[in-house]
């Protein structure tokens, strides 16, 4: 099974975000926003009335299990539906006597058929109440990064300050899969690793180099489906250090350790200044990633001890 990276997201990040995704499904005039700053937003972030339709944006803070995030979202839910009962005269003002159809909770990730089970729960909670900005018809529903196209997700993501990932450490089961076929590798690890660690720590050390370029690959996977330009960014950047290291060799002088921290200082910064946006952790993880790929197969060695 391959190890999957979650985007974390922060609220304002979120809403930014969204906003462009909405902006492309109903078209940028139809979109119209509730600031929440001055008495609240009514359990609606963004509307349109020409759809007659109302978004609530959340995205809940990654990683968590499927049971909690479902739990939080169903929580959402019915928190803001609330909302809407409550405000009933200030939100038919604002669709000027259109009866909302459609109240969709925006989140990132729907993974939960609990939360389709409580949507319906709700849709019909809602229309018992016979509230009058709602349509005889009214729905509730969840939607979530699935449903809309790659490339509207991809240019929305350039909006946004900051774009960071949530990546597990690999599972022993996981680590396992990957090392039936790739003994080459390993040797190649450790051969090398044994030129700055002891016979006695050089397991661990493999180990660990196994576990960055896993974690590295697993976010680099996710920024390739997700933002296919920032991939781009980061692969060019380095694929371009690993040229300069094969042309004219490492930094960092004659011992290991020396070599290692100059070149994981090197593409770090590669990786930042190429994509700015990208977070500084998962920067260094993909500059651990690839470095450990550099030394189990090339060009990254060391001088004999």
């Given at each position: 099974?391959?190890i999957?990276a ?19 499904r109903h ?9 929440a ?29 499927i049971?909690?995030r ?9 928190r ?22 459609h ?18 729960k ?28 790659t ?11 900051s ?20 003994s ?10 044994l ?14 180099a ?30 371009s ?6 042309f ?7 011992s290991?350790?020396?070599?290692l ?6 593409l ?27 030394i ?10």
């Open positions: 099974m391959a999957s979650v985007q974390v997201w922060n609220a304002d990040d979120w809403e930014l975000f969204s906003l462009n995704l909405l902006q492309h078209g940028a005039l139809n979109v119209h926003k509730i600031p700053a001055h008495q609240g937003d009514f359990g609606i972030d963004f509307y349109c009335t020409k759809e007659a339709v109302a978004y609530q944006c959340y995205a809940v803070e990654e990683p968590i299990d049971s909690t479902a739990d939080r979202q169903k929580t959402k839910i019915t803001d539906l609330a909302k809407i009962l409550a405000n009933e005269i200030e939100i038919k003002k604002l669709f000027n006597d259109v009866r909302i159809k109240w969709i909770l925006l989140s990132p990730l729907h993974d939960s058929k609990e939360v389709n089970l409580h949507c319906s709700k849709t019909k909670d809602m229309r018992d109440k016979r509230c009058g900005v709602l349509d005889d018809a009214f729905e509730v529903a969840i939607h979530d990064l699935t449903l809309f196209p490339a509207v997700i991809a240019t929305g993501l350039t909006s946004i300050s774009v960071k990932l949530s990546v597990p450490a690999p599972s022993t089961e996981e680590v396992a899969a990957w090392t039936v076929g790739s080459n590798l390993l040797a190649n690890a450790h051969h090398k690793l030129k700055r660690t002891s016979h006695e720590n050089i397991g661990d050390a493999v180990a660990d196994t576990s960055a370029f896993l974690q590295g690959n697993a976010l680099l996977d996710a920024l390739r489906s997700g933002s296919p330009d920032l991939h781009e960014k980061v692969t060019v950047a380095i694929k250090r690993a040229r300069r290291i094969q004219a060799g490492p930094q960092g002088g004659q290991a350790n020396g070599i921290h100059a070149e994981l200082e090197s770090i910064s590669a990786v930042q200044s190429a994509a700015p946006n990208l977070s500084n952790e998962n920067a260094e993880q993909i500059a651990y990633g690839a470095i450990s790929e550099w189990m197969r090339c060009p990254l060695d060391f001088p004999d001890v």
